[in-house]
């Protein structure tokens, strides 16, 4: 499962990517509107820092538009994957980009419908929305689980890339359903380290061995 980190923050990032688990990095216009910088510039940035697929996404609504946009994008660096809204002009403007040879991540998807869509117009990855579907009250890992098999079912190359994963939880059942990639905030991917017993048993060892030997873990 490829990991990635849902921000355009580069404090965060760095942090993230000092662990050495992190495979690339989703975008969206509000985590991008929260840096303060334009997206072509934040892009740029986080490609300096970044050895994987960078999604950007396009803010124009017209098919025409965002295939220009998408171009645009493209040619900021040679990581940057153009992300596209999950819509009639969204899909177009994937099949296009994607004939040219650009990566395309079809985000929004709420339904295995839509998937089917992204997946017919070539698309690279394909961003369901976890958390999203979970906060309607319906459940977000079934549309994984169902978009996985339907996938395989026809060797369909579209990476499944479970968005809006907002606890371990979510990051476990993307995995359950055999989702390509998961994308999460780095708080998310920090609270998977967390075990009550790694602290303790951690604890433990450490104190042992300082008794045997009489000295402190710092000493040795
Ligand atoms: C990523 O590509 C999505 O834009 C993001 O995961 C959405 O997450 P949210 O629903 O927590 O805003």
Excluded at 2 to 25: C, M, P, Q, S, W
Excluded at 121 to 150: H, K, T
């Amino acid at each position: 499962m490829k990991f990635f980190l849902d921000t355009a923050n580069l404090d965060e990032l760095k942090k993230g990517l000092a662990l050495g688990i992190i495979d690339g990095v989703t975008t969206n216009p509000s985590l991008i509107a929260k840096e303060g910088n334009p997206i072509k510039e934040q892009i740029r940035r986080i490609c300096e820092i970044v050895d994987g697929p960078v999604s950007a996404e396009v803010v124009s609504t017209s098919g025409d538009e965002m295939i220009v946009e998408g171009r645009d994008l493209a040619k900021i660096h040679k990581n940057v994957v153009v992300k596209v809204p999950l819509t009639r002009d969204g899909i177009r403007a994937c099949a296009t980009l994607s004939k040219e040879g650009t990566r395309v991540n079809v985000t929004l998807c709420f339904s295995s419908a839509q998937a089917i869509l992204a997946a017919k117009a070539g698309a690279y990855f394909v961003s369901p929305f976890v958390g999203r579907i979970d906060d309607i009250g319906w459940d977000g890992s079934e549309l994984i689980q169902d978009i996985v098999g339907i996938y395989d079912n026809y060797g369909f190359g579209t990476q499944v890339l479970a968005a809006s994963l907002r606890t371990s939880i979510h990051v476990i059942q993307a995995a359950r359903a055999g989702s390509h990639c998961g994308t999460m905030p780095f708080k998310v991917l920090d609270m998977m380290f967390n075990h009550p017993l790694t602290d303790k048993g951690l604890a433990q060892f450490l104190s042992d061995y300082a008794k045997a030997f009489q000295e402190a873990p710092a000493d040795r």
